[in-house]
């Protein structure tokens, strides 16, 4: 009996060893697998919402530029509330006007000055291409270079950097002052401001005093 019980005892032994080990290993995987999943959902679920609160693709400034012209065109008080905007603008595809020095889409400032009259810019420099913008501009307004007016240089703007082209969208005025900027890495890039008014510019000549 004790040489018969000897075998049965030694295979129950291998037996559970060989059990507990093929537990231990198949739950291995499963203990890791869990906090590998949370890492990644992590690092996936942060990057779109910073995204989607720095960047806005509806932001056109087209759509902005048209608000504010049909406003001062039926005679409308600009609002700060109404306009007043410090972020990005797009152009007609979602698309940035620029970007920066650092490769983040550009910020730009919309600013009432008061019931009539408003001012666009950009607040960095960067690779902005103003002239393109412009010609954008008047195209989403149906102008062409007929509807540009005059402009004499005064003592208010005279500086010989800042490039100033004027332009009559039939009920108001919309102005454009190129500048160039120093970053202070040393680049350089153009400052560009957009003035749109009720009333003619100081130095413009209207068609009617033509």
Request: negative net charge.
């Given at each position: ?50 995204v989607?609160e720095?960047f ?12 504010i012209a ?27 006007l ?5 490769g983040?889409p ?16 950009n607040?960095?420099?960067?690779d ?9 501009l008047?195209q ?10 005059l ?17 009559d ?14 970053a202070?890495?040393g ?24």
């Amino acid at each position: 009996m004790q040489t018969h019980d000897k075998p049965q005892k030694s295979i129950f032994v291998r037996y559970a060893l060989t059990l507990a080990a093929f537990i231990v290993i198949s739950t291995f995987p499963a203990c890791k697998q869990p906090e590998k999943t949370n890492n990644d959902n992590k690092v996936e679920t942060q990057q779109p919402i910073s995204v989607a609160e720095d960047f806005h693709a509806d932001n056109d400034i087209a759509m902005t530029v048209r608000s504010i012209a049909d406003a001062i065109r039926v005679g409308e008080p600009l609002d700060s509330t109404d306009y007043d905007f410090e972020g990005i603008l797009t152009d007609g595809q979602g698309t940035p006007l620029y970007t920066d020095v650092q490769g983040s889409p550009g910020i730009w400032v919309v600013d009432v000055l008061d019931t009539k009259n408003v001012t666009l810019r950009n607040l960095y420099l960067g690779d902005l291409l103003p002239n393109d913008l412009e010609s954008y501009l008047l195209q989403s307004l149906g102008l062409t270079e007929n509807h540009r007016i005059l402009f004499t240089v005064h003592e208010a703007v005279d500086d010989e950097e800042t490039d100033i082209v004027v332009y009559d969208f039939d009920g108001g005025y919309m102005r454009f002052e190129i500048r160039s900027g120093i970053a202070p890495n040393g680049l350089e890039g153009p400052l560009l401001t957009i003035i749109m008014s009720a009333d003619p510019p100081a130095g413009a000549e209207t068609q009617k005093e033509a």
